[in-house]
């Protein structure tokens, strides 16, 4: 998934939950205090605009939905040709990050937990 369509997949979300909620963009701005501008959300749902990992735990807990609930679900691991058995975990920077702040853990450390699970590959 490149970065443009993980924008967009996140987006859709944002969306998904906050029509779920019954909010239209301007409820959203009105509700927030103006916090939440209707045109800088809709240009998040739309994917036009990054949202950053902080941000985007802002508004979903504005939103009152936990944070994993707007990153969308990636396939992350592939099986290797050579040998059907082990899987290879990939993960971009800022995924990690994302991550570790759902688990409430720093990078490094999650990155150790992978590592521990067999989940990274062996260091060349």
Do not use: C
Not at 21 to 26: A, F, I, V, Y
Request: proline fraction near 4%; charge should be negative; charged fraction near 30%.
């Amino acid at each position: 998934m490149t970065g443009d369509e993980y924008a967009r997949a996140v987006g859709e979300r944002l969306r998904a939950i906050r029509v779920a909620k019954g909010l239209s963009l301007g409820d959203v701005n009105e509700a927030s205090g103006g916090r939440w501008k209707a045109a800088i959300v809709g240009a998040y749902e739309r994917g036009d605009r990054n949202i950053t990992v902080a941000r985007l735990a802002d508004l979903a807990a504005f939103y009152g939905v936990p944070v994993t609930e707007v990153i969308p679900a990636e396939e992350t691991s592939t099986e290797r040709e050579d040998d059907p058995g082990t899987r290879t975990l990939t993960i971009r920077e800022d995924e990690l990050v994302a991550r570790a702040l759902v688990h409430q853990i720093g990078a490094e450390e999650l990155l150790a937990k992978l590592d521990e699970w067999g989940l990274l590959p062996p260091e060349a």
